[in-house]
């Protein structure tokens, strides 16, 4: 393993976020350097296994403020996403939900994104109107990918970014 990557391993959330957006700015018109590429694509799989990871050590979620469709059999709402950290995110959703649920989110990366970026998980906890949904389950590789899209754009969208 790389020296520079078994550091990345050891980053909190935050971190790896501001590290994502560091390389971002680094993107040049053609893309990134492969050097980048190969740090970009392990700080995304780190970012991946925290949001993935149960929490057990009582971490705070990041803060972050984006728009969402969660949709269950029973119903569609639009909510926003307030945080995103061990064990998933926290999402602020009008209505009534039961832990246990299966949902899907979707959110849209870019104005001119017609579909968005839609991935499944179920509803872990409720207190009040906000939800903790884990999106630890991963049935396919194309799960995982759109997964991954979903948690960097949202990582993106952090609260004073």
């Given amino acids: 393993m790389h020296p520079e990557h078994a550091e990345i391993e050891k980053m909190s959330l935050p971190q790896l976020a501001d590290r994502l957006e560091d390389l971002d700015g680094r993107r040049t018109p053609v893309g990134w350097v492969p050097e980048d590429a190969v740090e970009r694509a392990t700080i995304e799989r780190c970012i991946l296994q925290l949001v993935a990871a149960e929490d057990t050590g009582g971490n705070k979620p990041m803060a972050c403020n984006m728009e969402v469709k969660l949709r269950s059999k029973e119903q569609t709402v639009t909510a926003r996403v307030i945080g995103i950290g061990h064990g998933g995110m926290r999402i602020d959703a009008p209505s009534k939900w039961v832990v246990g649920t299966h949902v899907e989110m979707q959110v849209k990366a870019t104005e001119s994104d017609e579909l968005g970026l839609r991935v499944r ?41």
């Fill in 121 to 161: 998980g179920v509803i872990r906890e409720i207190h009040g109107a906000q939800l903790r949904i884990s999106v630890a389950e991963q049935p396919s590789e194309g799960h995982e990918r759109r997964l991954r899209r979903f948690v960097v754009e949202l990582i993106r969208h952090r609260s004073g970014s």
